[in-house]
């Protein structure tokens, strides 16, 4: 738990406070005094008397007992400091403004272990190193600016980046967007994001704690953390946005499979924040539009009305709602007519609603109260209204304050004109609202939060699967792929359906296994990670000679060690794979099998554990999911089965940490039955 003298200290300390405003230690003294701080301020520099009009003391030595410290001086000077304040001056919150720990070299990362030690001894809480501070409605202690407008019903903002905070900020101020705390947590040396999301799950109290969250994360160290407080925080009505970083990197260069070529850190970053219901964004304006629509009412349906006085930015929402999976329904009500009279001749209201570079206030009433109260497909609005600059605005846009504070459905104000009417924005801005300046940022942002699902409140228990064999087989196993023969055991072990097979070395076994298996049978090489490109998959193998000359053939091939053969099924090709992901434990992926993958990528993931909905959600996330239904008359697929193979290979996973990477490709479906035909997983202990 985060020690409260961190968040609501009765006394503070700037270690190296000094008059220069344009250092950290001047400035975040200056924000301390400007933010009225309550509580006893005091000041350690060596060589003056003053700062700021606070007495200083010389040293840390001198102080009296202090609640928070917020330090800002050389690193070296930080341990002896900070030891000074744990063990002599009962201070037990510490905000370190400094660089050149971690961040910088090995000497520092040293000194970095040391504070963490000294303020773990005393239970204390340590932000930082290397951050630009906290900024909650206790106190500024935070050395940049802007200093947001505090409100308890604002955003509760972490970051890992200093600069990037700033930079949020700065982005969601102009909206209007307000903030309850803000943490920098720089080196995240004792507590890093995943700990700030704990403690504001943990200390969530309904009806006063703020509901919006957002993140700014460059590492996830410790996602099962995160995923636990933030589904907890989502499932408590909290909404949750992050943008992480560092995504981009190839983290499959070294792969030897279809699933470690397509699995990726970022991937597993994305099956995290579905699972937790996190909304993933991409960028810093795209972050505060999600947060600015998370402080209107929540979205109840997809069918939006577009209200607007201009055609071009009507149009181009409408392409961001629709390419995004909302509608924009065409409006044909009888009352769709009444309200036309209402307004100027040229006027529509088929969807989008112009009324026109002419509409008034007026006007816009007439239509909000008819999509609120008349057009029973609509589920929210987004009214469009900016101006040439000809005559002021401040009737319309006080009108659409007053509608929003009535209507049922949701209204988002997308006012673009922020030169032309920047008054009048203002002014709208300071009766509490928000304001959406690029309707279409807004709307990919829209359809983002729609688009992202509920953390499952109830998920149904994982797969179960036989531990005692699976690990008799891991136990007994080296590194590097198994053998036929143990893929084959693990996948009995696992429950998952197999075609029948045997692992051949002689063109004697050949025939006699490939006669055993009936015909026609399927022969492939055991080695090679590539059969086909190889010439190492022979089809429709009809006859005993045939099967002895493939043989003959087919063990000359490179890096061949043996021949499996099975009997010829069809179906169409469905592919699961699992990979072991660095902290995040091991990404499932699921989609077409065969030369598909390669071709379409066309897959879905999510980390372990998977339950039956979750992996049902996966399949129906795939673009090529028509095929599950049948098309075109062929035979549906069952989702059901198909999923339940999924959760079969996460469980496994879970009872066998030591896969590393694994291939079920392809495996065979065709109505009810599905068979895994071709399987390959390699062990790392």
């Given at each position: 738990m985060i020690h409260e003298k961190l968040l609501n200290p009765k006394s503070i300390v700037v270690v190296g406070g000094s008059d220069d405003i344009q250092k950290p230690g001047g400035k975040v003294l200056k924000n301390l005094i400007d933010g009225n701080f309550k509580g006893d301020l005091y000041v350690v520099n060596p060589k003056m008397d003053t700062v700021q009009g606070i007495k200083t003391f010389r040293s840390v030595n001198d102080l009296p007992e202090v609640d928070l410290a917020i330090i800002a001086i050389a690193a070296k000077f930080c341990p002896d400091t900070v030891n000074t304040l744990a063990n002599a001056k009962n201070t037990r919150g510490y905000i370190i403004l400094s660089a050149g720990f971690s961040e910088e070299n090995e000497a520092g990362a040293k000194l970095e272990q040391q504070i963490v030690a000294i303020i773990n001894s005393v239970g204390g809480s340590l932000i930082g190193p290397n951050c630009v501070g906290l900024l909650n409605r206790n106190h500024n202690g935070i050395f940049t600016t802007p200093i947001p407008t505090l409100d308890p019903k604002g955003v509760d903002f972490v970051s890992g980046s200093g600069a990037t905070a700033v930079f949020i900020m700065e982005s969601g101020v102009p909206k209007g967007l307000t903030f309850n705390s803000v943490f920098s947590v720089g080196n995240s040396a004792q507590i890093g994001v995943e700990e700030i999301v704990k403690y504001l799950d943990e200390t969530y109290v309904e009806g006063e704690s703020s509901?919006?969250?957002?993140?700014?994360?460059?590492?996830?160290?410790?996602?099962?953390?995160?995923?636990?407080?933030?589904?907890?925080?989502?499932?408590?009505?909290?909404?949750?946005?992050?943008?992480?970083?560092?995504?981009?990197?190839?983290?499959?260069?070294?792969?030897?499979?279809?699933?470690?070529?397509?699995?990726?850190?970022?991937?597993?970053?994305?099956?995290?924040?579905?699972?937790?219901?996190?909304?993933?964004?991409?960028?810093?304006?795209?972050?505060?539009t999600v947060a600015s629509i998370f402080m209107h009412p929540e979205l109840k349906g997809k069918n939006i009305a577009i209200i607007t006085?201009?055609?071009?930015?009507?149009?181009?929402?409408?392409?961001?709602?629709?390419?995004?999976?909302?509608?924009?329904?065409?409006?044909?009500?009888?009352?769709?007519?009444?309200?036309?009279?209402?307004?100027?001749?040229?006027?529509?209201?088929?969807?989008?609603?112009?009324?026109?570079?002419?509409?008034?206030?007026?006007?816009?009433?007439?239509?909000?109260?008819?999509?609120?109260?008349?057009?029973?497909?609509?589920?929210?609005?987004?009214?469009?209204?900016?101006?040439?600059?000809?005559?002021?605005?401040?009737?319309?846009?006080?009108?659409?304050?007053?509608?929003?504070?009535?209507?049922?459905?949701?209204?988002?104000?997308?006012?673009?004109?922020?030169?032309?009417?920047?008054?009048?924005?203002?002014?709208?801005?300071?009766?509490?609202?928000?304001?959406?300046?690029?309707?279409?940022?807004?709307?990919?942002?829209?359809?983002?939060?729609y688009n992202t699902p509920k953390p499952q409140i109830n998920p149904e228990a994982v797969a179960t699967v036989n531990k005692p064999a699976i690990r008799a087989i891991i136990d007994g196993s080296d590194n590097g792929y198994l053998s036929p023969g143990d893929v084959q055991k693990l996948l009995d072990a696992a429950g998952i359906n197999r075609a029948g097979e045997a692992v051949v070395t002689t063109r004697d076994e050949a025939a006699m296994q490939a006669e055993s298996l009936g015909f026609p049978v399927v022969m492939k090489v055991v080695g090679p990670v590539h059969k086909s490109d190889v010439g190492g998959v022979v089809l429709n193998v009809k006859d005993v000679k045939t099967a002895q000359t493939e043989f003959d053939r087919m063990i000359k091939i490179k890096d061949t060690t043996a021949i499996l053969i099975q009997p010829m099924l069809s179906g169409t090709e469905l592919f699961v794979g699992a990979k072991r992901e660095d902290k995040f434990g091991h990404m499932i992926l699921c989609g077409m099998g065969?030369?598909?993958?390669?071709?379409?990528?066309?897959?879905?993931?999510?980390?372990?554990?998977?339950?039956?909905?979750?992996?049902?959600?996966?399949?129906?996330?795939?673009?090529?999911?028509?095929?599950?239904?049948?098309?075109?008359?062929?035979?549906?697929?069952?989702?059901?089965?198909?999923?339940?193979?999924?959760?079969?290979?996460?469980?496994?996973?879970?009872?066998?940490p030591e896969i590393f990477e694994m291939d079920l490709n392809p495996l065979l479906g065709r109505g009810e039955k599905i068979v895994a035909v071709d399987a390959r997983i390699r062990i790392e202990k």
């Open positions: 509901k919006v969250k957002l993140l700014y994360v460059e590492s996830i160290d410790k996602p099962d953390l995160l995923i636990k407080h933030a589904a907890s925080l989502v499932r408590k009505g909290c909404k949750i946005a992050a943008v992480k970083s560092g995504g981009s990197e190839a983290g499959s260069r070294a792969a030897s499979s279809h699933t470690g070529a397509l699995a990726s850190s970022d991937l597993a970053v994305d099956a995290l924040f579905r699972k937790a219901g996190i909304v993933r964004c991409n960028g810093r304006d795209e972050l505060t006085h201009a055609g071009g930015p009507a149009v181009m929402l409408t392409d961001s709602l629709s390419n995004g999976g909302l509608e924009v329904p065409h409006i044909e009500e009888d009352k769709a007519t009444k309200l036309l009279e209402k307004l100027y001749g040229g006027s529509s209201v088929a969807n989008p609603i112009d009324f026109l570079a002419t509409g008034t206030a007026e006007h816009l009433g007439f239509i909000i109260d008819a999509c609120e109260k008349d057009f029973t497909n609509i589920d929210a609005m987004a009214v469009i209204f900016g101006s040439p600059g000809l005559c002021p605005v401040y009737d319309v846009y006080d009108l659409l304050h007053e509608k929003m504070k009535t209507c049922r459905k949701p209204i988002y104000p997308i006012l673009p004109s922020v030169i032309n009417v920047k008054d009048e924005i203002e002014a709208f801005i300071a009766k509490g609202r928000i304001n959406f300046p690029d309707e279409v940022v807004f709307g990919n942002a829209l359809c983002k939060v065969g030369i598909f993958i390669e071709v379409l990528k066309d897959v879905q993931s999510d980390i372990t554990p998977v339950s039956q909905p979750e992996a049902e959600s996966m399949i129906k996330r795939l673009r090529s999911y028509k095929i599950f239904q049948g098309v075109r008359g062929q035979e549906p697929i069952s989702e059901k089965n198909f999923a339940t193979i999924i959760t079969k290979v996460a469980a496994l996973c879970q009872a066998a």
